[in-house]
């Protein structure tokens, strides 16, 4: 590794997958807010950290590490309770991390493994095969002496190479894998660095949970490692991860429209409660209620407006905005009908 490039090859289909999450991830970055969203940022990170430990025979569910993570007391094996606190806390410190330093990665390791194994934060020391979750081996692992050299020069190559970030992690995660570095931990730690090179060509991947992915389809995950060693190459491998971050930024966009869709009902409501006492209500009580800015009240009346909730009118030197009766009246109608449907037509008034 030290004189020549990893192999692999760069396919059309690997250049049309960069190319379009390139576009997709625009497409979030510029349309949604899944950075700066609490509930979406805990949710994802959840869900990577679950994804990440289950491949690695985790028995905890979402809802447990979700408990485990709120201080809860959980009916778990404690390894798996230790396992969830350490991979929350390496990665909730992420963005701290030098992504090209061995030190950083070895500490990375040490937070990830701790109390877990024997030589946490340490390469191993000794021989090893790499296995998959029914126990097959799958290769052997580079010798000892040679690790910390090889890992060195991946993390050159990953800093050095003009190569496309997206496709570079991919090729970083698999000879990690390839070279099994550390006695345990090896494929959670591989996962955490492949999320820590794409963060830091964009912050979105920092909440992405592509290792959610990857466990929903762990056997494939497996079987292109294994055909990638067959062809000496990482070529499928790549295409795999690819797949997988396509498919996260996705689901991504999904959860983000929904929690947005469901903010702006959570909106509506507080301007409509206060309608209720008041005849009107203008762009200042908007900014004022919801704790919003001025452009930000601006589209969110223009919305109302356009969705016939809202009718605007002026107040003296200035727009205002009240109910719309008509349309008030139709929703009233409709929701009275459907309590009569639900009460078997025995509606009392």
Same mark, same amino acid.
């Given at each position: 590794?030290?004189? @020549?490039?990893?192999?692999?090859?760069?396919?059309?289909?690997?250049?049309?997958?960069? %190319?379009?999450?390139?576009?997709?991830?625009?497409?979030?970055?510029?349309?949604?807010?899944?950075?700066?969203?609490?509930?979406?940022?805990?949710?994802?990170?959840?869900?990577?950290?679950?994804?990440? /430990?289950?491949?690695?025979?985790?028995?905890?569910?979402?809802? *447990?590490?979700?408990?485990?993570?709120?201080?809860?007391?959980?009916? %778990?094996?404690?390894?798996?309770?230790?396992?969830?606190?350490?991979?929350?806390?390496?990665?909730?410190?992420?963005?701290?991390?030098?992504?090209?330093?061995?030190?950083?990665?070895?500490?990375?390791?040490?937070?990830?493994?701790?109390?877990?194994?024997?030589? %946490? !934060?340490? =390469?191993?020391?000794?021989?090893?095969?790499?296995?998959?979750?029914?126990?097959?081996?799958?290769? =052997?692992?580079?010798?000892?002496?040679?690790?910390?050299?090889?890992?060195?020069?991946?993390?050159?190559?990953?800093?050095?190479?003009?190569?496309?970030?997206?496709?570079?992690?991919?090729?970083?995660?698999?000879? =990690?894998?390839?070279?099994?570095?550390?006695?345990?931990?090896? !494929?959670?730690?591989?996962?955490?660095?492949?999320?820590?090179?794409?963060?830091?060509?964009?912050? /979105?991947?920092?909440?992405?949970?592509?290792?959610?992915?990857?466990?929903?389809? *762990? @056997?494939?995950?497996?079987?292109?490692?294994?055909?990638?060693?067959?062809?000496?190459?990482?070529?499928? =491998?790549?295409?795999?991860?690819? $797949?997988?971050?396509?498919?996260?930024?996705?689901?991504?966009?999904?959860?983000?429209?929904?929690?947005?869709?469901?903010?702006?009902?959570?909106?509506?409501?507080?301007?409509?409660?206060?309608?209720?006492?008041?005849?009107?209500? @203008?762009? %200042?009580?908007?900014?004022? /209620?919801?704790?919003?800015?001025?452009?930000?009240?601006?589209?969110?009346?223009?919305?109302?407006?356009?969705?016939?909730?809202?009718?605007?009118?002026?107040? !003296?030197?200035?727009?205002?905005?009240?109910?719309?009766?008509?349309?008030? $009246?139709?929703?009233?109608?409709?929701?009275?009908?459907? !309590?009569?449907? @639900?009460?078997?037509?025995?509606?009392?008034?």
């Amino acid at each position: 590794m030290p004189s @020549q490039n990893p192999p692999f090859e760069i396919t059309p289909k690997i250049l049309t997958d960069i %190319a379009e999450i390139a576009e997709l991830v625009g497409k979030i970055s510029s349309a949604q807010s899944l950075s700066s969203s609490p509930t979406l940022r805990r949710a994802n990170r959840i869900r990577t950290i679950h994804g990440s /430990l289950a491949i690695e025979q985790n028995t905890l569910s979402i809802e *447990q590490v979700t408990a485990v993570l709120q201080g809860k007391t959980v009916l %778990a094996p404690p390894k798996d309770i230790a396992e969830v606190q350490n991979a929350y806390e390496i990665y909730e410190h992420m963005d701290a991390l030098d992504p090209y330093s061995i030190d950083a990665l070895l500490s990375a390791h040490g937070v990830m493994m701790r109390g877990l194994v024997g030589e %946490a !934060g340490c =390469f191993r020391s000794r021989p090893v095969g790499v296995v998959n979750h029914q126990g097959e081996i799958l290769h =052997f692992g580079t010798l000892p002496d040679y690790v910390p050299g090889l890992v060195a020069d991946l993390l050159d190559w990953t800093k050095d190479s003009s190569l496309p970030m997206l496709l570079k992690s991919c090729v970083f995660h698999y000879e =990690f894998e390839l070279i099994h570095p550390f006695a345990d931990g090896n !494929g959670r730690v591989g996962r955490l660095w492949h999320t820590l090179l794409l963060s830091k060509w964009n912050p /979105l991947f920092a909440w992405l949970p592509v290792e959610s992915i990857v466990h929903n389809r *762990q @056997q494939e995950y497996y079987d292109t490692i294994n055909a990638s060693n067959s062809e000496g190459k990482s070529t499928k =491998f790549i295409l795999f991860m690819l $797949s997988a971050i396509k498919s996260s930024i996705h689901e991504a966009i999904d959860m983000s429209d929904d929690v947005m869709d469901d903010k702006e009902d959570h909106n509506w409501k507080i301007v409509r409660d206060y309608l209720n006492d008041h005849a009107l209500i @203008q762009n %200042a009580d908007v900014c004022r /209620l919801l704790g919003v800015s001025s452009a930000t009240a601006n589209r969110l009346l223009r919305g109302w407006v356009q969705e016939d909730k809202l009718e605007r009118c002026r107040n !003296g030197r200035v727009w205002a905005y009240k109910i719309n009766q008509t349309k008030c $009246s139709i929703i009233t109608e409709r929701e009275l009908n459907k !309590g009569e449907r @639900q009460d078997g037509g025995k509606h009392t008034k």
